[in-house]
């Protein structure tokens, strides 16, 4: 896991547009797809551009300036609400920060790496000092018929690398003495709160796009805050999958830690 705060690199893009005195109300989450997105977000022949750029390892290459709009979400199709105000098209860039996790946004649990989610929590964290607590939102829900990015990163996990970032005392050492009657899984020497999230995430996700944007069928692995497994066994999707929605997710963690350490 990489050390806070990240390293933070001036590289200034060549495309932006003119915020017209608009404030900054909602950052937006992008995933890459692609590799050398460091020089094409420079220049680039569509004027693309984005306000910060998190890399593999970490680093955060900052591209066009707060007093600026960036162009990344300012499509005609695209539509974000804030309040009972709705921006559109070209409006979303003056009134938007955000940011692009570059990925291959292959679906899989490779598409981020730890260091990356980090920095992107340090990054939300940053801005909100800058600028409020304004909320973050996924390029895809803004521009849902063009857009699927980032993909499997939902506003969930976003806020909990955010939340991470604010602690950033507690992930990595293993001094950290594990509460009694956690969840803390055989042969995982990570922290045990994030396989509770894991099998929360687990159960708020039945039926639809879980963690890494995989059907909830073909989740039996995850990872852990050290890139570690934390694994569902079979017996435990069932008692998962058959809860009623009545059932809080706390509650079911509590259920599996029983049937695990009774
Ligand atoms: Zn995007």
């Given at each position: 896991?990489?050390?806070?705060?990240?390293?933070?690199?001036?590289?200034?893009?060549?495309?932006?547009?003119?915020?017209?005195?608009?404030?900054?109300?909602?950052?937006?989450?992008?995933?890459?797809?692609?590799?050398?997105?460091?020089?094409?977000?420079?220049?680039?022949?569509?004027?693309?551009?984005?306000?910060?750029?998190?890399?593999?390892?970490?680093?955060?290459?900052?591209?066009?300036?707060?007093?600026?709009?960036?162009?990344?979400?300012?499509?005609?199709?695209?539509?974000?609400?804030?309040?009972?105000?709705?921006?559109?098209?070209?409006?979303?860039?003056?009134?938007?920060?955000?940011?692009?996790?570059?990925?291959?946004?292959?679906?899989?649990?490779?598409?981020?790496?730890?260091?990356?989610?980090?920095?992107?929590?340090?990054?939300?964290?940053?801005?909100?000092?800058?600028?409020?607590?304004?909320?973050?939102?996924?390029?895809?829900?803004?521009?849902?018929?063009?857009?699927?990015?980032?993909?499997?990163?939902t506003?969930a996990?976003?806020?909990s690398?955010?939340?991470?970032?604010?602690?950033?005392?507690?992930?990595?050492?293993?001094?950290?003495?594990?509460?009694?009657?956690?969840a803390?899984?055989?042969?995982?020497?990570?922290?045990?709160f994030s396989c509770s999230a894991v099998v929360a995430g687990f159960y708020m996700s039945r039926?639809?796009?879980g963690l890494?944007?995989?059907?909830t069928?073909?989740?039996?692995?995850k990872?852990?805050?050290?890139?570690?497994?934390?694994?569902i066994?079979?017996?435990e999707?069932?008692i998962i999958k058959n809860a009623p929605d009545t059932v809080p997710h706390l509650a079911l963690r509590d259920e599996i830690t029983?049937?695990?350490?009774?």
């Amino acid at each position: 896991m990489a050390s806070l705060p990240p390293k933070v690199i001036e590289h200034p893009s060549t495309h932006w547009s003119d915020r017209q005195g608009e404030s900054i109300r909602a950052i937006v989450g992008h995933g890459t797809a692609g590799t050398d997105s460091l020089a094409y977000l420079t220049k680039n022949p569509r004027k693309v551009s984005i306000p910060y750029l998190i890399a593999r390892d970490g680093t955060i290459y900052h591209m066009v300036p707060d007093s600026r709009a960036a162009n990344h979400a300012g499509a005609a199709t695209s539509t974000l609400l804030i309040g009972n105000k709705v921006y559109k098209g070209g409006e979303v860039n003056r009134v938007t920060t955000g940011f692009e996790l570059e990925s291959l946004q292959e679906g899989k649990p490779t598409d981020y790496t730890m260091a990356q989610l980090l920095s992107m929590g340090w990054l939300i964290n940053d801005m909100r000092r800058k600028h409020g607590a304004i909320p973050v939102v996924r390029h895809a829900t803004l521009d849902p018929t063009r857009r699927s990015d980032p993909v499997g990163l939902t506003v969930a996990m976003m806020e909990s690398w955010a939340d991470r970032a604010a602690h950033p005392g507690v992930p990595d050492t293993p001094t950290i003495p594990d509460p009694p009657k956690q969840a803390q899984l055989p042969g995982v020497n990570g922290l045990v709160f994030s396989c509770s999230a894991v099998v929360a995430g687990f159960y708020m996700s039945r039926g639809g796009p879980g963690l890494f944007g995989l059907l909830t069928a073909n989740e039996a692995h995850k990872t852990d805050a050290r890139g570690q497994l934390c694994t569902i066994t079979p017996t435990e999707r069932v008692i998962i999958k058959n809860a009623p929605d009545t059932v809080p997710h706390l509650a079911l963690r509590d259920e599996i830690t029983k049937q695990r350490w009774p």
